[in-house]
């Protein structure tokens, strides 16, 4: 059973780098020619697609955060990572990594996700 | 960018109730829209995708309708587990959009 577990610090400082672990286990993030993703909501807000990696390491971004975001992918763990630089309170959020449906499209239903995790920017 | 609106923010249904619920694009995706329900506390779960075809495990209550811009959610008999907040998502093109939400109570 595919499973999704996201890993890293709850709290991050104003004007520092944000980063997050995707464990998945149950698939082969290699094998499965699926892309994989970031979705983050904020404290009682809507969601927001971050962005979007194949195993390729073929990454796809939201525009709005393409300036400061990195996802990558080690396939050699079965996991893949963002980074979120230059972080402000705005960026306060409960992180979610996911995978999304179908075949190798990098912007489609993500139909697998991770429990979420609470990343904080605060001083 | 494709903005996605849903109506209404907060609908109120008796159990065993059918519930219909909106979501309108700013301009076409086609058939690239999905369905999610989103229980406090929890990640959403994908219920519907390509407007109208049910994700794996998803009960034939719920089902999907509309093209174009305008969709539509439909929940024939509301079960106890189905309030929560359900999410439209466009994915025609990025960023991937999803509307603000439609929280669903118990009247």
């Known amino acids: 059973q595919l499973r999704l577990q996201e890993s890293g610090p709850g709290l991050v400082k104003p004007s520092e780098t944000l980063s997050l672990t995707c464990f998945v286990s149950?698939?082969?993030?290699?094998?499965?020619?699926?892309?994989w993703g970031w979705v983050r909501q904020p404290p009682g807000m809507g969601l927001e697609c971050v962005g979007t990696v194949y195993y390729t390491g073929t990454a796809f971004y939201n525009p709005s955060l393409r300036s400061r975001v990195t996802i990558s992918v080690d396939t050699s763990k079965n996991q893949f990572s963002l980074k979120l630089k230059s972080v402000t309170a705005a960026d306060t959020s409960v992180y979610f990594c996911?995978?999304?449906?179908?075949?190798?499209?990098?912007?489609?239903?993500?139909?697998?996700w991770g429990q979420g995790t609470l990343v904080t920017v605060s001083s | 960018e494709i903005v996605m609106t849903q109506s209404p923010a907060t609908l109120s249904v008796s159990s065993g109730e059918r519930a219909t619920l909106s979501c309108r694009a700013s301009?076409?995706?086609?058939?690239?829209l999905a369905w999610y329900q989103q229980r406090p506390g929890q990640a959403p779960r994908l219920l519907i995708y390509g407007v109208s075809t049910r994700a794996t495990g998803i009960p034939a209550r719920f089902s999907g309708s509309g093209s174009g811009t305008q969709f539509t959610l439909t929940i024939s008999s509301l079960q106890s587990e189905d309030f929560a907040v359900y999410y439209c998502q466009q994915y025609i093109n990025w960023p991937g959009a999803f509307g603000q939400g439609t929280r669903l109570e118990i009247k």
């Open positions: 149950g698939d082969s993030i290699e094998g499965s020619s699926q892309y």
């Open positions: 996911a995978r999304l449906h179908g075949g190798p499209t990098a912007l489609s239903p993500f139909d697998s």
């Open positions: 301009q076409t995706v086609g058939s690239s």
